[in-house]
């Protein structure tokens, strides 16, 4: 069997011409969790674009789970990315930390186009089995 020698930049242009069939749509991912609420875009095809996080912000500890930090967190993204603003966003929550609600009041101030928002927080029935009692 005789494989055709392919140059990485060949491969990487297929890739790059791939990517750009939907541009003009991004998704907003806010994953909040009790110690932190972790912000990414990406493209419909699941690449990363850019993401933040409270502890990249600048916060340490406890403190990356405040609301504060979750809203600088989005507000530090949306300066730097000026492209954002003419494209189509879905937002998807999930999770149901403290970070929620300051980032989706974030996301309802700025000039955004969103197209749809998205509840995917999973919710446990009934859950594990408890570990027993502790008798004194």
Not at 111 to 134: A, Q, V
Request: proline content about 2%; aromatic content about 8%.
């Amino acid at each position: 069997m005789i494989m055709k020698k392919i140059k990485i930049s060949e491969k990487t242009k297929k890739l790059q011409k791939n990517l750009k069939i939907n541009n003009d749509e991004i998704i907003l991912h806010i994953y909040s969790t009790r110690n932190n609420t972790i912000i990414t875009f990406s493209t419909i095809n699941g690449k990363i674009l850019f993401w933040s996080s409270g502890g990249r912000v600048g916060f340490k500890n406890s403190k990356k789970k405040t609301a504060f930090a979750s809203q600088l967190a989005l507000e530090t993204l949306l300066k730097k990315n000026s492209s954002l603003y003419k494209k189509q966003i879905h937002v998807i929550f999930k999770g149901k930390g403290p970070g929620r609600e300051p980032a989706l009041r974030v996301i309802l101030k700025s000039k955004l186009k969103i197209k749809s928002f998205k509840e995917i927080t999973s919710i446990s029935f009934n859950g594990c089995r408890l570990p027993k009692l502790r008798r004194l």
